[in-house]
């Protein structure tokens, strides 16, 4: 009786949940729909819109849908179209919410500055009907336009927001972007600047290296920084028609960055030309014929010497990195500092423990390490002090070296010390470096524990 009983209270509540669900929450749910529904302008979605026409301050735009994500503009034509801002504008426009009515019978408009509106959006449907809006002044708090339908007399009051929606430049509503590609795409960059050598850059795995003028690993940080620079680049201004190639400096660019698409077998080419005016230029997409105005992160980062683009790691210590080496070995004039790990720890020449953090940061340093001035072809060791280094520093592993660093003179321009490692090069660092190396047994000892005598 007792599971009987509570079986029915259970059925109670569910039904007395259930009832209070439909008529409390899904009835507050359905309402606030259908009042939504009510300040909704125009019924529809923005896919709907087969052609939309945008006037404002003394411009008429419009663009027709080709397909269900682009658009082109047909007034003017020849234009370039950003069609996501194209099908933003058509979600905006069956979005257009009404407030308040302000005056349901024909009267004179110029009140509410309908007369002569600040927007007027036209939409051709699919289905060939026609639908417009206007929005005119906005009220004193100016919060709210005076709007009204083209095909209605009713002044009612909408969101500033909504008119808004629409200001749009004729820049606003052109395909911005720079160039078009997928950075993953690419395999090979060029740059050429008027003045400085042509610099050749290819994919390797997952690293760039330099194959032009001189074959080295390059910075992928720098080389993956130009990529997104340019992929994501948009222009904020397009040049006046009286400016041609000619006139931009676009004939013989002073800058010239090609991005070989190894998907489509094609280069992706920017052109950047004169100034158009302080810190900015006139560049171009090759392929295409709008010339835009661009600012100088882009220009700036090509017109870089080549020790930007290069890998300026002091050493290379592979997979591991640096927790692979067990053997460091220090020299400096006589005196020769070893020290060898033992599991976790470093173990200096007399068998006590050495400070691992100390240690650890040593090798840390030199892997972090980067250089500042890399001579590729020395023109002897003596000219840089390395025929006798201050301070030789060997690295082994298993008993085999994989690495080495010899610090010579002081560099004065730029500042630091030359050093050399298992390269052919000669590398100028920051005198830290030398720092971190300059040690000697008592500054890695771990200090000793001096036990407590016990208390009588």
Not at 129 to 136: H, I, M
Not at 232 to 258: M, N, Y
Request: hydrophobic share 35%; no cysteine.
């Amino acid at each position: 009786m007792r599971f009987k009983g509570t079986a029915v209270l259970f059925l109670v509540f569910a039904v007395l949940g259930g009832y209070v669900y439909f008529t409390e929450f899904r009835g507050k749910e359905e309402k606030a729909k259908a009042e939504a529904a009510k300040k909704r302008l125009f019924p529809g979605e923005g896919k709907d819109i087969a052609e939309l026409t945008l006037e404002y301050e003394g411009r008429t735009v419009s663009a027709t849908r080709k397909d269900e994500k682009t658009w082109e503009i047909t007034n003017p034509a020849g234009l370039e179209t950003d069609s996501e801002m194209w099908e933003q504008m058509a979600s905006s426009f069956v979005g257009i919410e009404k407030d308040e009515t302000v005056n349901n019978q024909k009267t004179d408009l110029a009140p509410y500055g309908l007369d002569k509106p600040l927007v007027k959006i036209t939409a051709k449907l699919k289905s060939g009907s026609t639908q417009s809006a206007l929005f005119g002044a906005e009220n004193p708090k100016k919060t709210f336009n005076y709007a009204k339908r083209g095909d209605a007399d009713e002044v009612f009051l909408s969101s500033t927001s909504w008119s808004g929606a629409f200001k749009k430049s004729l820049t606003d509503l052109r395909n911005k972007k720079v160039l078009e590609f997928d950075a993953d795409n690419i395999d090979v960059v060029r740059i050429s600047a008027t003045g400085k050598p042509d610099i050749e850059i290819q994919k390797s795995g997952m690293d760039w290296l330099i194959k032009k003028p001189v074959d080295t690993r390059a910075d992928n940080a720098e080389v993956s920084g130009l990529l997104s620079s340019i992929q994501f680049s948009q222009t904020s201004a397009f040049a006046e028609e009286s400016i041609d190639a000619k006139a931009g400096g676009l004939d013989a660019p002073s800058v010239r960055i090609a991005l070989h698409d190894q998907k489509a077998n094609a280069d992706k080419v920017l052109l950047f030309g004169k100034s158009s005016e302080k810190d900015k230029y006139y560049a171009k997409d090759q392929s295409r014929a709008p010339i835009f105005i661009l600012g100088t992160e882009i220009y700036q980062k090509a017109q870089q010497p080549l020790l930007a683009w290069r890998d300026k790691s002091v050493v290379r210590f592979g997979e591991g990195g640096s927790s692979t080496i067990d053997e460091i070995e220090i020299v400096k004039g006589t005196d020769k500092l070893v020290l060898k790990k033992s599991g976790v720890d470093w173990l200096l020449p007399d068998g006590k423990k050495a400070q691992s953090g100390k240690v650890s940061e040593m090798l840390g340093s030199l892997d972090s390490g980067r250089a500042t001035q890399i001579v590729d072809t020395p023109t002897g060791l003596g000219t840089y002090g390395l025929d006798r280094p201050r301070i030789s520093v060997a690295l082994r592993q298993g008993g085999k070296e994989v690495e080495s660093a010899r610090f010579g003179r002081d560099s004065t321009n730029p500042a630091g010390i030359y050093v050399k490692t298992s390269g052919a090069a000669v590398m100028v660092v920051g005198k830290e470096l030398y720092d971190a190396f300059d040690v000697k047994m008592s500054d890695l000892a771990e200090a000793q524990t001096i036990p407590v005598a016990p208390t009588k």
